[in-house]
T-cell receptor, first 114, second 113 residues
């Protein structure tokens, strides 16, 4: 089955700096790569996703890049703010008739210091 | 807005008890999922269902079962709770096809003593 590795496990930045979280996946048939943000006491919420037919996608201060050859994808947050502090999860689907199952990375705890 | 509602946010149960975690979604989604979240391990899939009365094992099904009698409702059952099942449980739902957004509930914190 799919295996997703996520790094780093913790990331501490100053407000205004950029943050980058990286993930690798194992299933070459995967074609959907979402990122979720989980705030304290809440369930994960989708913040951005990318499909295998594009290499980069941007939404205001967040962007995701995908390298299918190397099987890795990354989340980039620019101009970080204290409210970006949360746990971030990457995920990948299993190709074929997987009914939308996602395999998640281990999570990254991002702390943005004012 | 999509709403996935988990009926119990915090539960404390004794070892050996039967535990039911209930989840309801209001978007007519075909797929429903139960994940378990533990620090450093991310979210791990316990079971999922792609239709009423249909279910498939995920990556860590041991010690759990599920029930889906109605499209909007998906229950996770711990037949005999054990302390190593103390965790956060997340229910989620999505439309059928792989690559559709999965929406999560707020989670149920279960402590087994």
């Amino acid at each position: 089955g799919e295996n997703v590795e996520q790094h780093p496990s913790t990331l501490s930045v100053q407000e205004g700096d950029s943050a980058v979280i990286k993930c690798t996946y194992s299933d070459s048939a995967s074609n959907y790569f979402p990122w979720y943000k989980q705030e304290l006491g809440k369930g994960p919420q989708l913040i951005i996703d990318i499909r295998s037919n594009v290499g980069e996608k941007k939404d205001q201060r967040i962007a995701v890049t995908l390298n299918k050859t190397a099987k890795h994808f990354s989340l980039h947050i620019t101009e970080t703010q204290p409210e970006d502090s949360a746990v971030y999860f990457c995920a990948a689907n299993a190709g074929g008739t997987s009914y939308g199952k996602l395999t998640f990375g281990q999570g990254t705890i991002l702390t943005v210091h004012p | 807005d999509v709403k996935v509602t988990q009926s119990s946010r915090y539960l404390v149960k004794r070892t050996g008890e039967k535990v039911f975690l209930e989840c309801v979604q209001d978007m007519d989604h075909e797929n429903m999922f139960w994940y378990r979240q533990d620090p450093g391990l991310g979210l791990r899939l316990i079971y999922f269902s792609y239709d009423v009365k249909m279910k498939e094992k995920g990556d860590i099904p041991e010690g759990y079962s599920v029930s889906r009698e109605k499209k909007e409702r998906f229950s996770l059952i711990l037949e005999s709770a054990s302390t190593n099942q103390t965790s956060m449980y997340l229910c989620a739902s999505s439309y059928t096809y792989s690559g559709n957004t999965i929406y999560f509930g707020e989670g149920s914190w279960l402590t087994v003593v």
